[in-house]
């Protein structure tokens, strides 16, 4: 049984104020870790503050990192500092990152194996555009992503790491891939993890869905035999909506 993680990540969005707000009222009452994985992936200054009122079944997550150590790189942040501060999972290769910062599948290769550097979860994001879509080549599409997102790491690190599915025509568009195209995609990158490694650790990695992710059709996404769980923007953003996304997680 692979144990669900929904992931709310906030892009550039709250205020200081607002996270802690925002935590204060979740704390208590996402699911038991134990059960269901619930992060929240705010901008890089708050992260601290809100690692240091994170309860017991919250984490913390950042939006992106850059892949080396230290170095001149003017506004970049680091895989050391983010552990450094107890940061545990990392949002990787978002669609948005590769196509207004130019973010590569190579970068973020580099960036998968430097948060396992520093003991990171890496949720390691893929997806189409409407185009290849359209075009019927959304797998090939996918598999060439995954494939090199994932070069070089052992399975025991697949295990332990989190791909999302996010296509890109359903990012913030309120257009969600139905719950069948949803989950036949993912089963294919579940395929491509089988060729790369073992069935093992293709039953291992956790595979997200997002993409308009919400109250309204979260549970109908979440029974889908391989969707492990949500990679949520829009509506990760309201504590309510939050809470009611983690608690589907649990049936
Ligand atoms: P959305 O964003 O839920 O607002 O579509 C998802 C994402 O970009 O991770």
Known sequence: MRKPIIAGNWKMNKNRDEALQFIY???????????????VCAQAPILRDLVKRQGDNLRVGAQTMHYLDNGAYTGEVSAQ?????????????????????????????????QAF??????????????AIREAGTT??????????????????????????????????????????????????IRNVVKGLYDNETAE???????????PANVDELLSMSDIDGALVGGASLDAESFLILANAALK
């Open 81 to 113: 500092l983010l552990e450094n501060i107890g940061v545990t999972y990392v949002v990787l290769g978002h669609s948005e990152r590769r196509a207004y910062y130019n973010e590569t599948d190579s970068d973020v290769n580099k960036k998968v194996h």
């Open 117 to 130: 550097r520093y003991g990171l979860t890496p949720i390691m994001c893929c997806g189409e555009e409407l």
């Open 25 to 39: 009222n979740v704390n208590m009452k996402v699911p038991s870790n134990a059960l269901v994985e619930t992060v």
């Open 204 to 214: 291992a990695v956790r595979i997200q869905y997002g993409g308009s992710v919400k």
């Open 139 to 188: 797998d090939a599409f996918v598999k060439e992503q995954v494939v090199a997102g994932l070069k070089g790491l052992g399975s025991e690190q697949v295990k332990e790491m989190v791909i999302a599915y996010e296509p890109i025509w359903a990012i913030g568009t309120g257009k969600t891939a139905t719950s069948e195209m949803a989950n036949d995609t993912i089963k294919a």
